[in-house]
């Protein structure tokens, strides 16, 4: 009897290792590819923009024979923009066998789950987790955007070049860390630059009315204001401001100086895209770029979705082809090994050239975008 139960377990394991030898093998054929971000809530516009730039490049990577002779499959997870929410996508995209990731949209997701996807040995390189200190539990966590600090140092340095001599004001939103953290390296670069800083305000993130900040700023006689927060704040401020009308607070020669939180604005103030008028913006990525590779990008983007195309759709776009020649140089998707990759690449895309640092940040250049009744256009072209 014994003998009997010995081969029936032997059987019983030769049909088990088969089996998850041949599942294995299936999955193989695929690269499963992983996104994490707000789809729904105050901040979709973001996460929507990179799912929707990401898909582009999957469907484009797919049709030229994939990577490495294997497909993408790709499944972006929604976060609604909460922390939490995050870890509990990160799990899923897990169960669901997730090989490489584009990480989140916002950085208090990626703090959220690199901790994990360390411990995973899971690559993850995300369009927009720009906060400073979201990659640091992971080594093998990077971002295709700029990061905090380095956004608010570069803007220091465009107004110093672009508005010499000019009075500056910064108005930011000081619960939040995305927005305190520009705001502080603005100020430190200003003052070791000789930018004069002539005032400061600051609201919360439950602001509804901006009358006493307006009042101040337009006091100050400022040319420039540093606006480092997301764009439907921004929108609500220039609004309430009057911006692009006759009754504008401030006039029609005073300029609104923000990061990529701004990008969508024009999503935001509602159809009246005056609203943005004289908005400055931080960016990699221009959209009428004459580079081919834009141009393609903002064609198809422009045929497939009904939103306008922006900064965080072409990351995710960028975030893509950056997995895809990482991961064909490493000749694997194990975390470490498309670090490695990763470390000792030049990637040219639609945001720029860029290569990368082991602390996970991208060196690359930027410019500014300046808003006219609904048009962005490099500014100083």
Known sequence: ????????????????????????????NVIKLGGIGPLTGAYANYGLSVKQGAEIAV??????????????????????????????????????GMDVSIGTTLSGEMASVVKES???????????????????????????????????????????????GEKVAVLYESDIDYSKGLY??????????????????????????????????????????????????????????????????????VFFFGADGLDGILGKVGGNTYTANNVLMLTPFAENSSD????????????KYTEAVDQFAADGYDAVYVIKAAVEK?????????????????HKGITGTMTWNADGNTNKDAMAIIYKDGVGTVFGE
Not at 74 to 91: L, T
């Open 184 to 253: 502080e390296s603005f100020e430190k670069t200003c003052k070791e630059i000789g930018v004069e800083i002539v005032e400061v305000q600051s609201f919360l993130e439950t602001a509804t009315s901006y009358a006493s900040q307006i009042t101040k700023l337009v006091e100050s006689k400022a040319k420039v204001i540093f606006i480092p927060f997301y764009a439907e704040q921004a929108a609500a401020f220039l609004a309430q401001a009057g911006n692009g009308t006759s009754s504008c607070a401030f006039g029609d020669d």
């Open 330 to 346: 490493a000749g694997s998707t194990a975390g470490s090994e498309v670090t490695k990759a990763l470390l000792s690449l030049t």
């Open 292 to 303: 081919p590779a834009v141009q393609n990008f903002v064609k198809q983007y422009s045929a």
């Open 1 to 28: 009897m014994k003998k009997v139960l010995a081969l029936l377990l032997a059987v019983a394991m030769v049909v088990c290792f088969t089996g998850c030898g041949e599942k294995k093998q299936e999955e193989s």
């Open 118 to 164: 360390a411990a995973d040995d899971m690559f993850m390189i995300s369009g927009s987790a720009s906060a400073d200190a979201c990659l640091a539990d992971s080594p093998n966590a990077f971002r295709i955007c700029f990061y905090d600090s380095y956004q608010g140092i570069a803007a220091a340095n465009y107004v110093k070049k672009n508005f010499p």
């Open 59 to 96: 469907a484009e990577i797919n049709a030229a024979g994939g990577i490495n002779g294997k497909q993408i499959e790709f499944q972006m997870q929604d976060s609604q923009g909460d922390p939490e929410a995050a870890v509990s996508a990160y799990g899923k995209l897990i169960d669901w």
